[in-house]
């Protein structure tokens, strides 16, 4: 069945069409990773968006539910060069169409990525219409999806009570593998020491599962909270760290969840916070966040740590940054830039045992350069916990 995929600028694709024949407008995104399309369909900061891969092979690996970063993929649609048929992989359980199709997802396939992405590289992200109707009438529906903007995306895609992941306990083996403690595991770094776990609030605005796995994985007991959860009940469970985590859509549409982040923040308890969790502080005190041109978003994105000159590989999906020289020099100070564009990657906030980073040291998919972030934050936490103990 043919498919068209029509930009707000008035370019037409057309192609063909797979997994849901539903017709959708949206913001048009590219990624540039070469692989790990599953958990990029299952990352809930993709909700109001329709993902572009520039890759030109997808699919080829299949379905692996076990590397769903959420219950459900959350982008508006899938466009490709080739999505490939028959995927070979002894994990997989489904074909990528056929996963699409369960969730009501459209997809179109046979069309030129290089020039469609040249495009949203040069005059910027867009949103655009995925239709297998024919006959469509390019001058009524081009203001209908220029008018198009994602609405509430952190709401629909958090949880929608508490959830808890529980501390893991290292295995031993070579195999790296975990399994749920009885309440005092072994420490990440020492599987002969038997330190009680710490207390992680994690603020689900849309976060990837391994955020929690990894915390779980280092000693942590992760109490999973909505992203509308009041700072008061977060505090009264007298957690050791917060954790705010990655999400969707604009930050500046997060005004009262930015509120009790600042609430949190002025607390004093350990924080750290990924992606929107990340722009969500940076705005609470005082800074500002732009919209990029066409954002960030792939598995080999180099950002520069400014304390020690060294570069890492990182994963990333944004479309908005701090704002460079906005940040308050008495609150916070860079800690890592882009090393492609210079924009800021994180901050460290002054005077507090915060800090944040845009891009995503959890990975999966993707680069793991940056996981020692997560060390740097339990290490943090157990230096809090230690002072006032004492």
């Known amino acids: ?18 997994g849901s024949t539903r017709e959708v407008i949206s913001e048009i995104v590219f990624n540039t990773s070469m692989t790990g399309y599953l958990e990029i369909l ?30 459900r993929p959350w982008p508006d649609g899938l466009i490709v060069r080739e999505l490939a048929k028959a995927p070979s992989n002894f994990r997989s359980e489904m074909p990528l169409e056929d996963f699409l199709k369960s969730y009501d997802i459209p997809g179109i396939e046979g069309i030129d990525t290089r020039a469609l992405t040249k495009i949203l590289r040069s005059q910027g992200t867009m949103n655009g219409m995925i239709t297998t109707n024919e006959n469509f009438n ?49 420490d990440i770094n020492d599987n002969n020491s038997a330190k009680r776990p710490l207390k992680v609030a994690l603020m689900d605005f849309g976060a990837k599962k391994n955020i929690a796995r990894e915390l779980a994985k280092r000693n942590c ?64 005190n005082g800074a500002d966040t732009r919209k990029m041109k066409w954002g960030h978003r792939g598995a080999n994105h180099p950002v520069k740590d400014l304390e020690t000159g060294r570069v890492y590989i990182s994963t990333q999906n944004h479309g908005y940054v701090v704002a460079d020289r906005t940040v308050p020099e008495d609150v916070a100070e860079v800690s890592f830039k882009n090393a492609n ?22 990975a999966c998919g993707g680069p793991q350069d940056t996981a020692f972030l997560f060390d740097r934050f339990i290490n943090m936490m157990e230096v809090c916990k230690d002072a006032q103990e004492e």
């Open 221 to 284: 007991d992760v109490t999973i909270y909505p992203a509308d959860t009041s700072a008061e009940e977060i505090l009264a469970a007298k957690p050791d760290g917060i954790m705010l985590s990655n999400g969707p859509g604009d930050p500046k549409d997060c005004g009262a969840m930015i509120d009790e982040v600042k609430k949190m923040f002025d607390s004093g308890t350990p924080m750290f916070g990924i992606c929107l969790g990340h722009q969500l502080l940076a705005l609470a």
């Open 341 to 362: 564009d210079a924009s800021t990657e994180g901050l460290h906030y002054l005077g507090k045992n915060v800090f944040t980073v845009q891009f995503h040291p959890e």
């Open 138 to 186: 390019l001058e009524e529906i081009l203001p209908e999806i220029r008018a198009f903007k994602a609405k509430d995306v952190v709401r629909r895609v958090t949880c929608k009570a508490i959830e808890r992941m529980p501390a893991m306990e290292y295995d031993g083996t070579d195999n790296g593998t975990y399994t749920v403690s009885d309440g005092c595991p072994a």
């Open 1 to 18: 069945m043919k498919a068209f995929l029509i930009l707000a600028d008035g370019h037409v694709f057309e192609g063909s069409s797979f």
């Open 42 to 71: 299952t990352d809930p900061s993709y909700a109001g968006e329709a993902v572009v891969m520039t890759y030109p092979l997808i699919g080829n690996y299949g379905v692996c539910p076990e590397d769903m970063e959420d219950e």
